[in-house]
């Protein structure tokens, strides 16, 4: 459902991506992983049609981002991790002017919208203007936003930043109800745990490269790690000699 071919970024003589390949099939829920500055959202703006690359390839259930643009974002739907909102817009207008962009209008788009304002408890809020919402509040309207049109497929960058515990778990149920529905997501996120409770398959991508790659089971054989879970498996691949050398100070 999305494929990556020899996807490569550079700014000036930085390369932030090199030659990233990766097939992510329908029906899956994939995280993509990685230290700070690894390439993580380069990578998934670049999926989404925010940025250009340098090189290479991105296809969306076929469909070439630049080269059939309507069509890949047409199946697309982006979380990304600071959200963007029109504040002088309310909860629906804002809904109703998403909706639109992706060509939908009219009663059925409507009753989406009052179907997803009730699902994350925002009813009440709809025709307030988004300048009153909390960041809670926006992150779950941004949720809401992406799957305004329906989409077969969901990008999501830090899907859990600002949700409350009860929102969190929506959130999860959300993703793995889309993808037993043949739905594909793929996520980044800094919370290790997340990504090993709920990712099916996970990439782990360092200085713009992917180091390992597969489910859990497939990356425990790849650093021999025995029954390790996520936390050191990452550790191991992208520098926890670096935290096991702090520890030994700090306890020095």
């Known amino acids: 459902m999305i494929q990556l071919k020899d996807l490569t970024k550079k700014y000036g003589d930085f390369a932030a991506l090199t030659d990233l390949n990766l097939m992510i099939p329908r029906g899956v829920l994939y995280g993509l992983l990685g230290p700070n500055g690894a390439g993580k959202t380069t990578a998934l703006r670049i999926i989404a049609g925010i940025l250009q690359p340098t090189a290479g390839t991105v296809l969306v259930g076929g469909y070439d981002v630049q080269l059939d643009p309507e069509r890949a974002k047409s199946l697309l739907g982006f979380i990304p991790d600071r959200p963007f909102i029109y504040e002088k817009l309310t909860g629906s207008e804002f809904l109703r002017f998403v909706a639109g962009l992706y060509g939908q209008n009219g009663t059925e788009v409507e009753r989406r919208i009052d179907e997803l304002l009730d699902f994350w408890g925002l009813t009440t809020w709809g025709d307030e203007l988004l300048e009153a919402y909390s960041h809670g509040m926006r992150q779950k309207l941004i949720i809401s ?99 096991q050398e702090l520890l030994e100070v700090l306890g020095s």
């Open 145 to 243: 936003s992406a799957l305004i049109h329906r989409p077969d497929v969901i990008v999501v960058d830090e899907p859990l930043v600002g949700l409350d515990p009860k929102a969190a778990r929506l959130l999860k149920d959300v993703f793995r109800g889309f993808v037993e529905r043949g739905g594909t997501v793929l996520m980044s996120t800094h919370t290790l745990e997340v990504a090993e409770a709920l990712c099916d398959r996970i990439a782990i991508i360092q200085n713009g490269q992917i180091c390992a790659e597969g489910t859990m089971d497939d990356l425990r054989r790849d650093v021999q790690a025995g029954e390790a879970g996520l936390e050191e498996i990452f550790l191991k691949l992208t520098g926890g000699h670096e935290v």
